[in-house]
């Protein structure tokens, strides 16, 4: 069974730095498109940040753009996501998608999902 495995999140103060990863041992992500969302309480779910392989394309959602960044480690099957300057607005639960080739990561088409972490910020 695909399994996607979310790691890191926490709490935070605004302005600080937290990182996640995600991780398997059951997919090579190495043909799927990664995407990070995320979903704050009682708003709908939205991708934050894809990573399309093959066309070495990172997309960012203009609320994260300069803030956070992606990075892979393909020996480690891990997908990194480094949160930097935080805000309250990004308390959320955040997940990892991925999906089968280098498509969009939307929030209906993505193939698997990982169970989340939640990351709060909060002075």
């Known amino acids: 069974q695909l399994q996607l495995v979310e790691s890191g999140g926490g709490l935070a103060q605004p302005g600080g730095s937290l990182g996640l990863a995600c991780s398997s041992s059951t997919v090579s992500f190495q043909d799927y498109s990664i995407g990070w969302f995320r979903q704050a309480p009682g708003k709908e779910r939205e991708a934050v940040i894809c990573?399309?392989?093959?066309?070495?394309?990172?997309t960012y959602a203009d609320s994260v753009k300069g803030r956070f960044t992606v990075s892979r480690d393909s020996a480690k099957n891990t997908v990194y996501l480094q949160m930097d300057s935080l805000k309250p607005e990004d308390t959320a639960t955040y997940y990892c998608?991925?999906?089968?080739?280098?498509?969009?990561?939307?929030?209906?088409?993505?193939?698997?999902w990982g169970k989340g972490t939640l990351v709060a910020v909060s002075s």
């Open positions: 990573m399309r392989p093959g066309r070495d394309m990172v």
């Open positions: 998608a991925i999906r089968l080739l280098s498509n969009p990561c939307t929030v209906d088409a993505m193939d698997y």
